[in-house]
């Protein structure tokens, strides 16, 4: 498994990227981290590579972490792409739990350059 989070200083946005089993524990930890990162660099966009990450929980611990993200730290308007390759349907439910608890800035992308552009709006 492999978690990683760090701070992009030319294009000004922070960057993740997750291997292996993708759970609501370590989706909590490495949004944490993400959140913490971006407060320290006054930064509202983020780039999350999942291409390489199986997801390993279920609708109800999906539901549960959109609702707590406020409370690891995710700000309202801070503008999430998200690169995934596999299990797009679940994702959509992470992404509609998202909309739903008024985290509008997330979308899901399968091109990097397609989710890069839209960081840029």
Same mark, same amino acid.
């Given at each position: 498994?492999?978690?990683?989070?760090?701070?992009?200083?030319?294009?000004?946005?922070?960057?993740?990227?997750?291997?292996? @089993? !993708?759970? +609501?524990?370590? &989706? %909590?930890?490495? !949004?944490?981290?993400? &959140?913490?990162? @971006?407060?320290?660099?006054?930064?509202?966009?983020?780039?999350?590579? !999942?291409?390489?990450?199986?997801?390993?929980?279920?609708? +109800?611990?999906?539901?549960?972490?959109?609702?707590?993200?406020?409370?690891?730290?995710?700000?309202?308007? =801070? +503008?999430? @792409?998200?690169?995934? %390759?596999?299990?797009?349907?679940?994702?959509?439910?992470?992404?509609?739990?998202?909309?739903?608890?008024?985290?509008? $800035?997330?979308? =899901?992308? %399968? $091109?990097?350059?397609?989710? !890069?552009?839209?960081?840029?709006?």
């Amino acid at each position: 498994m492999l978690l990683m989070v760090g701070y992009d200083d030319e294009l000004n946005h922070v960057f993740g990227k997750i291997e292996g @089993a !993708l759970t +609501k524990d370590i &989706a %909590s930890s490495y !949004l944490s981290k993400v &959140a913490e990162i @971006a407060q320290e660099n006054k930064c509202r966009k983020v780039i999350t590579d !999942l291409r390489e990450a199986e997801l390993f929980a279920n609708q +109800k611990e999906i539901e549960i972490l959109s609702k707590e993200l406020k409370g690891i730290g995710i700000e309202f308007g =801070l +503008k999430r @792409a998200v690169l995934i %390759s596999k299990n797009i349907n679940d994702y959509k439910v992470w992404e509609n739990y998202n909309f739903r608890n008024g985290f509008k $800035d997330i979308r =899901l992308f %399968s $091109d990097e350059g397609v989710a !890069l552009e839209w960081m840029k709006l």
